[in-house]
């Protein structure tokens, strides 16, 4: 069984930033790919930043230039540094581990983001 647990979530005005992390515990490997997604209230779910086995990252357009995806497979952890933060950046953020058939089969519980204008 794994364990995704997110943290780092909170308030900030526009143009601030934030570190939201993931630990990873149970059956993990270092070799899972993962990603950040987002949702806001009333719409659908979208992947901010992925990273894959071998470290290839990829970012939303949204968030290219601002967000900054890094993976440390001695600590199982997944952070997102997120930088310039907009009022449209406020969602909860969840983490997603071990890409499989195109779905990520693990899933944390999320954390709050909030961008004030």
């Known amino acids: 069984q794994v364990q995704l647990v997110e943290s780092g979530g909170g308030s900030v005005q526009a143009g601030g930033s934030l570190r939201l992390s993931c630990a990873a515990s149970?059956?993990?490997?270092?070799?899972?790919?993962m990603a950040w997604f987002r949702q806001a209230p009333g719409k659908e779910r979208e992947e901010v930043a992925a990273i894959d086995a071998v470290g290839i990252v990829s970012y939303a357009d949204s968030v290219k230039g601002r967000f900054t995806i890094s993976k440390d497979n001695d600590k199982n952890t997944l952070d997102l540094h997120m930088a310039s933060l907009k009022p449209e950046d406020t969602a909860r953020y969840y983490c997603?581990?071990?890409?499989?058939?195109?779905?990520?089969?693990?899933w944390g519980q999320g954390t709050q983001v909030t961008v004030s204008p």
């Open positions: 997603a581990g071990f890409r499989r058939g195109g779905v990520y089969q693990y």
């Open positions: 149970g059956d993990w490997s270092t070799y899972y790919s």
